[in-house]
């Protein structure tokens, strides 16, 4: 069974920059997506990051500029690089992966981690 297991959340005034990080269970190479959501208080749970096996990325528009997602394939991490953090950012932050199953696409889904901009 994978698991996915965050860390890096806190408290952070705005402006500042936060590092989050997920470690998976076992190799990340049979992912063929990772990436990072977030559900802000009393709303979905919404796409932040998202990177393929082949590096490709994208980006929420309200993070363009700001955020960097990154894998780290040695390590079997996926990093999010947040600077100029807003308190529109706070949020609970979810790492996600996904993988091809015959067929089947099977999602993965880490317990979170709290990330509170706030002056």
């Known amino acids: 069974q994978v698991q996915l297991v965050e860390s890096g959340g806190g408290l952070v005034q705005p402006g500042g920059s936060l590092r989050l990080s997920c470690a998976a269970s076992?190799?990340?190479?049979?992912?063929?997506?990772m990436g990072w959501y977030r559900q802000p208080p009393g709303k979905q749970r919404e796409l932040v990051a998202r990177?393929?096996?082949?590096?490709?990325?994208n980006y929420a528009d309200s993070v363009k500029g700001r955020f960097t997602i990154s894998r780290d394939n040695a390590k079997n991490t996926v990093n999010l690089q947040m600077n100029s953090l807003k308190p529109d950012d706070t949020a609970v932050y979810y790492c996600?992966?996904?993988?091809?199953?015959?067929?089947?696409?099977?999602?993965?889904w880490g317990q979170g981690t709290q990330v509170t901009v706030s002056s």
């Open positions: 996600h992966a996904a993988e091809l199953n015959a067929a089947e696409v099977i999602q993965y």
């Open positions: 076992g190799s990340i190479f049979r992912f063929y997506a």
């Open positions: 990177i393929t096996s082949g590096d490709s990325t």
